[in-house]
T-cell receptor
Framework: GQQVMQIPQYQHVQEGEDFTTYCNSS?????IQWYKQRPGGHPVFLIQ?????EVKKQKRLTFQFGEAKKNSSLHITATQTTDVGTYFC?????????????FGRGTQLTVWP | NAGVTQTPKFQVLKTGQSMTLQCAQD?????MSWYRQDPGMGLRLIHY???????DQGEVPNGYNVSRSTTEDFPLRLLSAAPSQTSVYFC?????????????FGPGTRLTVT
């Protein structure tokens, strides 16, 4: 079945360091979404990537979608304590599974001041 | 708009008890879904609905029932609670299942089964 793998599971960085989390799918995705969940909170949508090779930026966050639409990454430049939380990727299936989102297990980011 | 609301926020059940987790959205969204979140397991899809009267199973549907009689409401029923169902449950909605729209999550229900 469809799977979305996300690594690493945990990442501890000092404030100011960069951070990257990676997602890989076993099958081609129609699009991929990224969510952030603060401790004790609920997932909040960050961005969606649709096109092969797409790159989008939100201030210090850079999102990439692979050429084959099977992998994606989120890179945070110069982390801040406000970046703390768990980052999830979620791939949307194609064909008969269109509409379903397959979530990765998330990367929990801790930032030391 | 209140967005996606869930009740209750916390619940403790004894093994074998049944209960319904409520979820409602006021955004006229077609697509609604239920996830459970366990440590290290991410978000796992339980059931989803692409519109009123239409539901389907996700990855982990056993022990749960859903119905979608209206666009707004999507309750999740635990038929006979088990300790393995201890988890945080999130309801989510999005504008459509056919197109790619962001999902809006509710605040969650933290369920403990003893």
């Amino acid at each position: 079945g469809q799977q979305v793998m996300q690594i690493p599971q945990y990442q501890h960085v000092q404030e100011g360091e960069d951070f990257t989390t990676y997602c890989n799918s076993s099958t081609t995705l129609s699009n991929i979404q990224w969510y952030k969940q603060r401790p004790g909170g609920h997932p909040v949508f960050l961005i969606q990537l649709v096109k092969s090779g797409e790159v989008k930026k939100q201030k210090r966050l850079t999102f990439q979608f692979g050429e084959a639409k099977k992998n994606s990454s989120l890179h945070i430049t110069a982390t801040q304590t406000t970046d703390v939380g768990t980052y999830f990727c979620a791939g949307r299936g194609r064909g008969s599974t269109l509409g379903r989102l397959y979530f990765g297990r998330g990367t929990q980011l801790t930032v030391w001041p | 708009n209140a967005g996606v609301t869930q009740t209750p926020k916390f619940q403790v059940l004894k093994t074998g008890q049944s209960m319904t987790l409520q979820c409602a959205q006021d955004m006229n969204h077609e697509y609604m879904s239920w996830y459970r979140q366990d440590p290290g397991m991410g978000l796992r899809l339980i059931h989803y609905s692409v519109g009123a009267g239409i539901t389907d199973q996700g990855e982990v549907p056993n022990g749960y029932n859903v119905s979608r009689s209206t666009t707004e409401d999507f309750p999740l029923r635990l038929l006979s609670a088990a300790p393995s169902q201890t988890s945080v449950y999130f309801c989510a909605s999005s504008r459509s299942a056919l197109d790619s729209y962001e999902q809006y999550f509710g605040p969650g229900t933290r369920l403990t089964v003893t």
